[in-house]
Structure formats: structure tokens, C-alpha cells
């Protein structure tokens, strides 16, 4: 049975960082994309980060670019969020998901097959 289970989350100052991690398992990884979404409160589901099954291809979304980056360590299942300088704004439920992707493609926010539950992100003072 294939599960994203993410951890991690929790209340941190602004400027502070946190590092979100998306534990997989049922199935095997590295044919698979993941991207990393959040919904805050009153709006609509975005797409925040995403990595190829390869590794070598990723994008953020541009509201937080240079403060995000993903990682992902196939020995260890495993998928990263790194989140510096975070802002009130940034205050949001994180989740993360896949999709089976072919070998050397891309990744996109759309699409995605499985889901985790979510894991609360609040950046307050």
C-alpha cells in the first residue's frame, strides 16, 4: 500500500527555518515525482516545490524561491523540504504527493496521484 507520511511541521518565529520530510513507502521511488503543496486558510492549494523521480531536475514556485529547496534520499525513501527565512505567509498546512513519471522528465504541480495528510507550518511572532 503505497503512503506519504509527512513530519515536521510546528510553530516557528519569523526568519526562523524548518525542514519537512515526506517518508514513503509501497512503493519504489525513483519512478516516481514529488512535490510538495500547501493550503493556507481561505485560499486554494498551491504548488510549492516539486522533484523529478531522476533527482536532477526541481523547481519552487516563485514566492519562495532562494529560501526553499527540496532534496530527496532514495536510500532513505525520503523526501525534503528545506524552508529558511520563513514568513507569516508561509503559514499553511504542507502536503506532499506523487505521481509515476517516466525517466528523465520533469516535474509539474499538477497531476499528482497520492497524498499525505498534511503537517501544520505556522510562522508567527
Known amino acids: 500500500q503505497l503512503q506519504l507520511v509527512e513530519s515536521g511541521g510546528g510553530l516557528v518565529q519569523p526568519g526562523g527555518s524548518l525542514r519537512l520530510s515526506c517518508a514513503t513507502s509501497?512503493?519504489?521511488?525513483?519512478?516516481?515525482?514529488v512535490g510538495w503543496f500547501r493550503q493556507a486558510p481561505g485560499k486554494e492549494r498551491e504548488g510549492v516545490s516539486c522533484?523529478?523521480?531522476?533527482?536532477?531536475?526541481?523547481k519552487v514556485t516563485d514566492s519562495v524561491k532562494g529560501r526553499f529547496t527540496i532534496s530527496r534520499d532514495n536510500a532513505k525513501i525520503t523526501v525534503y523540504l528545506r524552508m529558511n527565512s520563513l514568513k507569516p505567509e508561509d503559514t499553511a498546512v504542507y502536503y506532499c504527493?506523487?505521481?509515476?513519471?517516466?525517466?528523465?522528465?520533469?516535474?509539474?504541480?499538477?497531476?499528482?496521484?497520492?497524498w499525505g495528510q498534511g503537517t501544520q507550518v505556522t510562522v508567527s511572532s
Open positions: 522533484i523529478s523521480s531522476s533527482g536532477y531536475y526541481s
Open positions: 509501497g512503493f519504489t521511488l525513483t519512478t516516481y515525482a
Open positions: 504527493a506523487a505521481v509515476h513519471s517516466p525517466p528523465g522528465s520533469a516535474c509539474q504541480f499538477s497531476s499528482y496521484t497520492y
